[in-house]
């Protein structure tokens, strides 16, 4: 192939809707989400973690494991219909977030099987204020956004099954706030939180690395546009202002959640793929066109 100068380069989003054959092949006949596998998933609760959850069930043969606080298993059963044979609702989380518990409950939910994949995916918003007029408070407030993700890593990280032919993933939802911030009257405190999150990745990738070198990829998708709950088929995008941190002037593109599950269904997938031998660093950042392209490549699918 040759390249010349001020040639544009690639785009993977752009491929994942060019090689729509790959793609659906790997949608329909899943490796790394198969039928022995167990995925973790928290903030089921949620917008984006319902989203998730939905994707997995609908699109991998992987069993779901969805965390949730105490006591609020059945009732989130209930609310969400009939439930599925490879949904299991896991109570494990304490009102005050604590997760000492959440070893036995998952233990008991799967038996002797490990835990092949992890979604850590919590929400919660941090004070918005000028940086300028924030005091030692709001600023530890702002930290303690990011403690979930490190209490669900040291309450399942024991749980993963290292050395897995089915190549563990560990994978972060974080929020593209902390690489630029559009609105600071109203989102520094959440750019700070999400910035000490990117850290605390990292801070995984390193320990991980040194203990078991690549046997767990972790990745991180940091979206960068809105996202709503589907209220059925077609609610894949919306037009609206319908966001607190916005002008009602301002008509902001939403996207449905589920979008951001078969994102990482294929991002799960391709880690699988390349196994060991592939990059720990993965970070996909999922702005308007990856949206755009993945709901283009589900339509495609549904017409096939």
């Known amino acids: 192939r040759t390249f010349s100068f001020g040639a544009r380069r690639p785009n993977p989003v752009e491929n994942f809707a060019e090689n729509f054959e790959t793609v659906t092949r790997r949608v329909m006949d899943p490796i790394a989400l ?21 994707a997995l069930l609908s699109q991998t043969r992987t069993t779901v494991v969805a965390v949730v606080r105490l006591p609020d298993g059945d009732q989130q059963e209930q609310e969400r219909g009939a439930p599925h044979e ?8 304490a009102a005050d977030g604590s997760m000492d518990g959440l070893p036995d409950a998952i233990g008991r939910a799967i038996g002797g099987r490990k835990i092949s994949h992890v979604v850590s995916c919590f929400g919660g918003r941090a004070p918005g204020k000028l940086l300028s007029s924030m005091d030692d408070g709001d600023v530890l407030a702002s930290a303690t956004r990011s403690l979930p993700h490190l209490r669900l890593l040291k309450a399942v990280t024991p749980l993963v099954d290292v ?21 600071p009257e109203k989102l520094t405190g959440m750019t700070l939180s999400n910035s000490l999150l990117y850290g605390m990745i990292v801070a995984f990738r390193a320990e991980l690395s040194q203990a078991v070198g690549n046997a767990i990829r972790v990745l991180e998708l940091r979206i960068g546009s809105m996202l709503h709950k589907p209220r059925g088929p077609g609610d894949d995008q919306r037009v609206g202002s319908g966001h607190p941190a916005m002008p009602a002037s301002m008509k902001m593109k939403s996207f449905s959640s589920e ?9 799960i997938e391709k ?34």
């Open 271 to 304: 880690a699988g793929k390349r196994g060991a031998a592939g990059s720990a660093a993965d970070v996909v950042r999922l702005t308007d066109a990856e949206f755009e392209r993945a709901q283009q490549v589900y339509d495609m699918q549904c017409k096939r």
């Open 34 to 54: 198969n039928e022995a596998t167990v995925t973790l998933v928290s903030g089921y609760s949620g917008i984006v973690g319902a989203g998730i959850v939905s």
């Open 259 to 267: 979008l951001v599950g078969r994102l990482l269904v294929d991002s």
């Open 86 to 93: 490879r949904l299991l609702i896991v109570p494990g989380i």
């Open 163 to 183: 050395g897995g032919e089915n190549h563990p993933t560990w994978v972060f939802i974080t929020g593209m706030l902390g690489e630029r911030c559009f609105l």
